[in-house]
């Protein structure tokens, strides 16, 4: 029996006892929250700061309420609630269990005044308090906040939540994070210096921009220790930056390459005057527009294929189209070359105007496959996917036109009937034909450069027009009749250009570069690999 | 003297050209003003611009004719020295605004003064008086046609070349003054201007004066190209179009030769764009786009290249459709307009004058074969009779 009396005597003091420390939770939470409501502006701080450091994620609408002023004082007993306008009346919420506790005439209740100050302490508490929460993205969130505005009183926060950390992206921004705000703490020199040159190592243009700030404010011993990183943090930018350049550079030069390959073959090598070109890289695509649009509408499943299902395609209209503009103009034009500037102007301006009366005059939507969205890091340079396959494109493309003009019969014809016509007829070449087939491949290349620039440029009638001064001026810089000198112009005129913009910024850059041309040629009047031999004259 | 060299160097189609033009420039104003608004005969005012604006284009059409027709420089940037000549005359109707702009200052032109800009850049100074913008009209395309032919022709930049690196500058003046920091009131170019030589620019009676200037200059460039044309420089003009090496072998200096043409077509460009700029109330960097260039081109293809006439003809042709078919269907204007350049060059290379006045040379010829056939047969008909 005494047995029997004193287990249920043990087991009631302990559902007592945890009952009460439940309660004690709930009333410290409970007494912090209420002491806003009496606290004064000064005091608002400290009181702020002691419900962060609760780390109760039920803090976190409280602080929010506070800081948009929707936090209200019952004049009647100084329970605080949170509240949303309704009328005259205020709907009022508990804020530890956010139980609905009805309407009240806005009479009764003291609304909980902030100044500037205090809504800059809630929003360093809730960053600190979301460094705590279970969603990644929200936690990279705080981190680059706290980065952005250090705040010395979330130091120790940010090492809490350091210790705990396991994402690898969240933990080297916490690093930054936790290096900056150590600069404005009162800790020792030494932890200092150390964070500096922790800072230094990461680089980058925030650990910078945290570095000069921290320069003014900071004592007399750490400032050489600053001026270092700095010093080692710019050199590095200066390197990654003249990296960035090159790199936007060949991008730039692997889009003049696919817009002017097509161009060097029917410009370069057959000597028309293809104005219509652009055209052709807009039909291109126009093409992979309406691939992905049947695809988005029958086979959602193969939207990333659609490119690959898209280049042969296009390749087969534009070369069509081509086929078809060589056979019923061109081929009367042949040795007049500005009347096919005429021409094939006019040519542009028809199939402009289709495509605008086909699909409309504004920007159609062309997607990017998943393999090419995105952008991953090398070092300090960041690169996007769709701007690397691009490039490869671009090699390949021209690879193979290499490979299809020097190596297969179809390009020995091609070349023998654009160097000396009569001598490959006398020779049983079909020299008509092989013109068509000629001026079909280079429109059929401009229309696998829509495909690709699709992806980088906005889908609407106009595309090819951006495209077709810069074509001539690759091909004609890179010398006529030349491949190799097509490559050779893109590139340096690609990464020319990017080199420039930093300087004059990209409008004058790019002025810069089409009179550089323009004196260039003066000089070169042939371009930078010119034909030599009695071909020139003719 | 010079006037006897001008007469005779004058067929009678060109007498006939400024004897159209002149009777316009008097016909047209007068139609306008002293009219009443409901009279059969009346020409609105609106017309009078319109009008106006073709004759300015007729005039580009004939310079451009000047170095392509002639002397076979395909200049794809001729639009730029009409824009450059519109400019010099835009910055001068800018300074005529004074103070009575949206901000109200009375030195600098409304876009300045949005721009946060204190003083008057030194390029637009003395444009308030027209001497010195009339002058620049005429000089700036002038030189800048100069400089760059100087350096392109001496190194041969030849045909197509040539071509692209003129679309090459139109474009990069497109470029240029697009910026606002060029001083060129940027995207909206120069606008809302209000006077003229003191005259009110919306007035009935400037338009009208504007019209027979526009009509007056361009009969005046057709008897100067044709005296250009026509001398003994003419000759060597055409002879470098046709055969360049050869006419360098021969002992020319063809570099000058070419040079002096671009200068001068250049120069004729700038009046046609000053002209044009107050009869349509805007300059804006649109008019350098390399496809007004291209447009010019086929103004000039389409009258017929190398005639002096076509090109006018051209242009009022080319510009009266566009203003028909635009209003009427807009969608089918660049159907027209594409096929017009792929017909023009296709079956009619000479364009329509050319073709045209082959068409009465041959019949001409044959009429006199025929003629002379009928005097023979006579001749021999008569000693027939007499036997």
Same mark, same amino acid.
């Given at each position: 029996?005494?047995?029997?009396?004193?287990?249920?005597?043990?087991?009631?003091?302990?559902?007592?006892?945890?009952?009460?420390?439940?309660?004690?939770?709930?009333?410290?939470?409970?007494?912090?929250?209420?002491?806003?409501?009496?606290?004064?502006?000064?005091?608002?701080?400290?009181?702020?700061? $002691?419900?962060?450091?609760?780390?109760?994620?039920?803090?976190?609408?409280?602080?929010?309420?506070?800081?948009?002023?929707?936090?209200?004082?019952?004049?009647?007993?100084?329970?605080?609630?949170?509240?949303?306008?309704?009328?005259?009346?205020? /709907?009022?919420?508990?804020?530890?269990?956010?139980?609905?506790?009805?309407?009240?005439?806005?009479?009764?209740?003291?609304?909980?005044?902030?100044?500037?100050?205090? &809504?800059?302490?809630?929003?360093?508490?809730? *960053?600190?308090?979301?460094?705590?929460?279970?969603?990644?993205?929200?936690?990279?969130?705080?981190?680059?906040?706290?980065?952005?505005?250090?705040?010395?009183?979330?130091?120790?926060?940010?090492?809490?939540?350091?210790?705990?950390?396991?994402?690898?992206?969240?933990?080297?921004?916490?690093?930054?994070?936790?290096?900056?705000?150590?600069?404005?703490?009162?800790?020792?020199?030494?932890?200092?210096?150390?964070?500096?040159? =922790?800072?230094?190592?990461?680089?980058?243009?925030?650990?910078?921009?945290?570095?000069?700030?921290?320069?003014?404010? $900071?004592?007399?011993?750490?400032?050489?220790?600053?001026?270092?990183?700095?010093? !080692?943090?710019?050199?590095?930018?200066?390197?990654?930056?003249?990296?960035?350049?090159?790199?936007?550079?060949?991008?730039?030069?692997? /889009?003049?390459?696919?817009?002017?390959?097509?161009?060097?073959?029917?410009?370069?090598?057959?000597?028309?005057?293809?104005?219509?070109?652009?055209?052709?890289?807009?039909?291109?695509?126009?093409?992979?527009?309406?691939? @992905?649009?049947?695809? &988005?509408?029958?086979?959602?499943?193969?939207?990333?294929?659609?490119?690959?299902? $898209?280049?042969?395609?296009?390749?087969?209209?534009?070369?069509?189209?081509?086929?078809?503009?060589?056979?019923?103009?061109?081929?009367?034009?042949?040795?007049?070359?500005?009347?096919?500037?005429?021409?094939?102007? *006019?040519?542009?301006?028809?199939? @402009?105007?289709?495509?605008?009366?086909?699909?409309?005059?504004?920007?159609?939507?062309?997607?990017?496959?998943?393999?090419?969205?995105?952008?991953?890091?090398?070092?300090?340079?960041?690169?996007?996917?769709?701007?690397?396959?691009?490039?490869?494109?671009?090699?390949?493309?021209?690879?193979?036109?290499?490979?299809?003009?020097? !190596?297969?019969?179809?390009?020995?014809?091609?070349?023998?009937?654009? @160097?000396?016509?009569?001598?490959?007829?006398?020779?049983?070449?079909?020299?008509?034909?092989?013109?068509?087939?000629?001026?079909?491949?280079?429109?059929?290349?401009?229309?696998?450069?829509?495909?690709?620039?699709?992806?980088?440029?906005?889908?609407?009638?106009?595309?090819?027009?951006?495209?077709?001064?810069?074509?001539?001026?690759?091909?004609?810089?890179?010398?006529?009749?030349?491949?190799? *000198?097509?490559?050779?112009?893109?590139?340096?005129?690609?990464?020319?250009?990017?080199?420039?913009?930093?300087?004059? *910024?990209?409008?004058?850059?790019?002025?810069?570069?089409?009179?550089?041309?323009?004196?260039?040629?003066?000089?070169?009047?042939?371009?930078?690999? =010119?034909?030599?031999?009695?071909?020139?004259?003719? | 003297?010079?006037?006897?060299?001008?007469?005779?160097?004058?067929?009678?189609?060109?007498?006939?050209?400024?004897?159209?033009?002149?009777?316009?420039? +008097?016909?047209?104003?007068?139609?306008?003003?002293?009219?009443?608004?409901?009279?059969?005969?009346?020409?609105?005012?609106?017309?009078?611009?319109?009008?106006?604006?073709?004759?300015?284009?007729?005039?580009?059409?004939?310079?451009?004719?000047?170095?392509?027709?002639?002397?076979?420089?395909?200049?794809?940037?001729?639009?730029?020295?009409?824009?450059?000549?519109?400019?010099?005359?835009?910055?001068?109707?800018?300074?005529?605004?004074?103070?009575?702009?949206?901000?109200?200052?009375?030195?600098?032109?409304?876009?300045?003064?949005?721009?946060?800009?204190?003083?008057?850049?030194?390029?637009?100074?003395?444009?308030?008086? %027209?001497?010195?913008?009339?002058?620049?009209?005429?000089?700036?395309?002038?030189?800048?046609?100069?400089?760059?032919?100087?350096?392109?022709?001496?190194?041969?930049?030849?045909?197509?070349?040539?071509? +692209? +690196?003129?679309?090459?500058?139109?474009?990069?003046?497109?470029?240029?003054?697009?910026?606002?920091?060029?001083?060129?009131?940027?995207?909206?170019?120069?606008?809302?201007?209000?006077?003229?030589?003191?005259?009110?620019?919306?007035?009935?009676?400037?338009?009208?004066?504007?019209?027979?200037?526009?009509?007056?200059?361009?009969?005046?460039?057709?008897?100067?190209?044709?005296?250009?044309?026509? #001398?003994?420089?003419?000759?060597?003009?055409?002879?470098?179009?046709?055969?360049?090496?050869?006419?360098?072998?021969?002992?020319?200096?063809?570099?000058?030769?070419?040079?002096?043409?671009?200068?001068? #077509?250049?120069?004729?460009?700038?009046?046609?764009?000053?002209?044009?700029?107050?009869?349509?109330?805007?300059?804006?960097?649109?008019?350098?786009?390399?496809?007004?260039?291209?447009?010019?081109?086929?103004?000039?293809?389409?009258?017929?290249?190398?005639?002096? +006439?076509?090109?006018?003809?051209?242009?009022?042709?080319?510009?009266?459709?566009?203003?028909? %078919?635009?209003?009427? %269907?807009?969608?089918?204007?660049? %159907?027209?307009?594409?096929?017009?350049?792929?017909?023009?060059?296709?079956?009619?290379?000479?364009?329509?004058?050319?073709?045209?006045?082959?068409?009465?040379?041959?019949?001409?010829?044959?009429?006199?074969?025929?003629?002379?056939?009928?005097?023979?047969?006579?001749?021999?008909?008569?000693?027939?009779?007499?036997?």
């Amino acid at each position: 029996m005494y047995r029997i009396l004193q287990t249920l005597l043990i087991t009631l003091c302990l559902l007592v006892s945890a009952h009460v420390t439940g309660l004690r939770a709930a009333d410290d939470l409970g007494a912090l929250i209420s002491a806003l409501g009496t606290a004064k502006l000064a005091e608002l701080d400290d009181r702020i700061a $002691a419900l962060a450091k609760s780390g109760d994620p039920r803090v976190i609408p409280v602080l929010e309420a506070l800081g948009e002023g929707n936090l209200y004082a019952r004049k009647a007993d100084g329970g605080v609630f949170l509240t949303t306008e309704k009328g005259t009346n205020l /709907v009022l919420v508990d804020p530890l269990d956010g139980a609905d506790i009805g309407e009240v005439p806005k009479g009764e209740l003291q609304k909980i005044k902030v100044n500037n100050a205090v &809504r800059r302490a809630v929003r360093s508490a809730l *960053g600190g308090l979301t460094l705590f929460s279970a969603d990644a993205e929200a936690r990279l969130k705080a981190a680059q906040s706290m980065r952005q505005t250090p705040n010395a009183g979330a130091l120790e926060a940010i090492e809490t939540a350091l210790a705990a950390e396991k994402d690898a992206a969240v933990r080297k921004t916490l690093d930054e994070a936790r290096a900056v705000t150590l600069l404005v703490s009162d800790r020792p020199d030494d932890d200092k210096r150390a964070a500096i040159k =922790a800072l230094a190592e990461g680089g980058g243009r925030e650990a910078l921009g945290v570095l000069t700030s921290a320069l003014s404010s $900071a004592d007399a011993s750490l400032k050489p220790d600053i001026e270092a990183a700095l010093q !080692r943090i710019e050199q590095a930018q200066a390197f990654w930056n003249a990296g960035q350049n090159v790199w936007y550079g060949l991008s730039l030069g692997s /889009v003049l390459l696919l817009a002017a390959i097509g161009l060097a073959i029917t410009f370069g090598v057959m000597g028309i005057i293809n104005m219509a070109h652009g055209e052709m890289v807009m039909l291109g695509a126009y093409t992979t527009f309406l691939v @992905q649009d049947v695809i &988005r509408g029958s086979y959602p499943a193969l939207f990333d294929w659609s490119l690959a299902i $898209a280049l042969p395609l296009a390749f087969l209209v534009t070369g069509i189209v081509g086929l078809a503009i060589e056979r019923s103009v061109i081929r009367f034009l042949y040795g007049r070359p500005l009347e096919t500037l005429l021409a094939t102007w *006019g040519i542009s301006l028809i199939l @402009q105007q289709s495509v605008r009366s086909i699909f409309g005059p504004t920007n159609r939507e062309v997607g990017n496959p998943s393999w090419m969205a995105g952008a991953f890091e090398l070092g300090g340079l960041t690169i996007t996917w769709n701007r690397l396959w691009i490039i490869v494109f671009a090699l390949a493309v021209f690879a193979a036109l290499l490979f299809l003009l020097k !190596r297969t019969s179809m390009g020995l014809r091609m070349r023998a009937v654009t @160097q000396n016509r009569h001598m490959a007829s006398s020779m049983g070449i079909r020299t008509p034909w092989v013109d068509a087939l000629t001026f079909a491949l280079g429109s059929g290349i401009a229309g696998m450069a829509g495909v690709a620039l699709s992806q980088i440029d906005n889908v609407s009638p106009n595309l090819g027009q951006g495209y077709i001064i810069d074509s001539f001026m690759v091909v004609v810089f890179g010398g006529v009749g030349n491949l190799w *000198g097509t490559l050779v112009g893109a590139f340096s005129l690609g990464i020319l250009n990017k080199f420039l913009e930093p300087y004059a *910024g990209a409008v004058l850059g790019k002025i810069l570069v089409l009179v550089l041309i323009i004196l260039f040629i003066q000089k070169k009047p042939r371009g930078l690999f =010119a034909l030599k031999g009695r071909a020139v004259e003719a | 003297m010079i006037t006897s060299f001008l007469l005779k160097s004058l067929d009678r189609s060109i007498v006939v050209v400024v004897a159209i033009l002149l009777g316009l420039a +008097i016909a047209i104003p007068a139609l306008n003003l002293l009219t009443a608004p409901d009279h059969p005969l009346h020409v609105p005012t609106f017309l009078v611009s319109l009008f106006g604006k073709y004759l300015t284009y007729a005039l580009l059409a004939l310079a451009l004719d000047l170095v392509w027709g002639f002397c076979g420089i395909l200049s794809l940037g001729h639009a730029a020295f009409f824009a450059l000549g519109g400019y010099a005359m835009g910055m001068y109707l800018m300074r005529q605004i004074g103070a009575r702009g949206s901000y109200g200052n009375p030195l600098l032109p409304d876009f300045m003064v949005f721009l946060n800009w204190k003083e008057l850049p030194w390029f637009w100074q003395g444009f308030d008086m %027209f001497w010195f913008a009339a002058l620049m009209v005429v000089l700036v395309p002038g030189l800048l046609a100069f400089v760059f032919g100087w350096f392109a022709f001496r190194s041969r930049v030849n045909g197509v070349y040539l071509s +692209i +690196i003129t679309q090459a500058m139109t474009y990069a003046l497109l470029l240029a003054f697009f910026r606002n920091d060029m001083g060129f009131g940027g995207n909206n170019g120069l606008t809302d201007f209000k006077d003229i030589l003191g005259f009110n620019i919306q007035a009935d009676g400037t338009r009208a004066a504007l019209f027979a200037a526009s009509a007056l200059t361009l009969a005046l460039c057709l008897v100067l190209t044709t005296a250009i044309v026509r #001398s003994k420089y003419g000759k060597v003009l055409v002879a470098v179009r046709d055969a360049e090496s050869r006419t360098r072998f021969l002992g020319y200096r063809v570099e000058h030769i070419k040079l002096f043409a671009f200068t001068v #077509s250049a120069m004729m460009a700038g009046i046609a764009g000053a002209l044009y700029v107050p009869q349509v109330g805007i300059i804006n960097p649109g008019e350098f786009e390399p496809g007004n260039s291209i447009e010019v081109v086929i103004w000039t293809a389409v009258g017929g290249r190398g005639t002096l +006439i076509g090109p006018i003809v051209g242009a009022i042709l080319v510009n009266g459709g566009k203003s028909i %078919f635009t209003a009427a %269907f807009p969608e089918f204007w660049l %159907f027209a307009l594409g096929g017009l350049f792929v017909f023009v060059t296709l079956f009619l290379p000479k364009g329509v004058v050319g073709t045209a006045s082959a068409y009465l040379a041959r019949r001409k010829a044959h009429r006199r074969a025929a003629d002379a056939e009928n005097a023979r047969d006579n001749l021999v008909a008569e000693p027939m009779a007499a036997e």
